[in-house]
């Protein structure tokens, strides 16, 4: 059985988060290892509270399970506090970690900011670095390089200032540009461009589960190219069969 670990922030309407997260590694016949780094009270229209966990008990929690489970794939996502950063990068070293993905989750999908601007810099320094893939959409590729993305050729742009922070990949993701949606690839020195028809509407958690199924099919052994077409693909097919629960952002189909 393969394993993928999701560490990030706990969303009580399993729309986003680690609970979306797991969901898509069972969609992929991934087992789903899950730490939480903050609880959050949130609903389909927003975020209300965040609760960092205490440092020791997250680092207790990471320490323990990888004593005893390597998975073969992992993933971050929301990281609020710029303490969690280093012992994160320490234990990926320490346990000999591959195929880490990260998700540098910024604001929520109704725009609430849930990290801080230090937490962004350490992501960068300690993190980065140790990444298979990095998967920001356009507005924190923006954040992260200073450059204003308003089309392809400026995520191209942002993609090789990105690169060269040290992941071994990036994918920007432009489902908020205006008139359709980019996945853009930068692998191996060479652009992929997946382009599709933008839907119209508000969905919740797009960036977690686009992030956590290429986690799964790193776990899987597909390699980065591989995932992000089929990441691409999963997600393209969850937001045309979204559905409503509460009164706000529609819910993916995974």
Known sequence: MKTALTIGGSDPTGGAGIQADLKTFKSFGVYGLSIPTALTAQNTNGVTGIYDLPLGFFSNQLDTLLKDIKPDAL????????????????????????????????????????????????????????????TPNIYEASLFTGINIQDEEDMKKAAIKLKGFGPETVIITGGHLEKQTIDLLLYEGEFLSLQREKIEGEYHGTGCVFSSAITACLALGYDVREATVKANEFVWKAIKSAFSLGKGMKILNI
């Open 75 to 134: 993933k971050t996502g929301m990281l609020s506090s710029s303490e969690i950063v280093k012992p994160i990068a320490e234990k990926i070293k320490q346990y000999s970690l591959k195929n880490l993905v990260i998700d540098p989750v910024t604001v929520s999908s109704t725009g609430v900011p849930l990290v801080n601007d230090k937490a962004l810099e350490f992501m960068k320094d300690y993190l980065f670095p140790l990444a298979k893939a990095i």
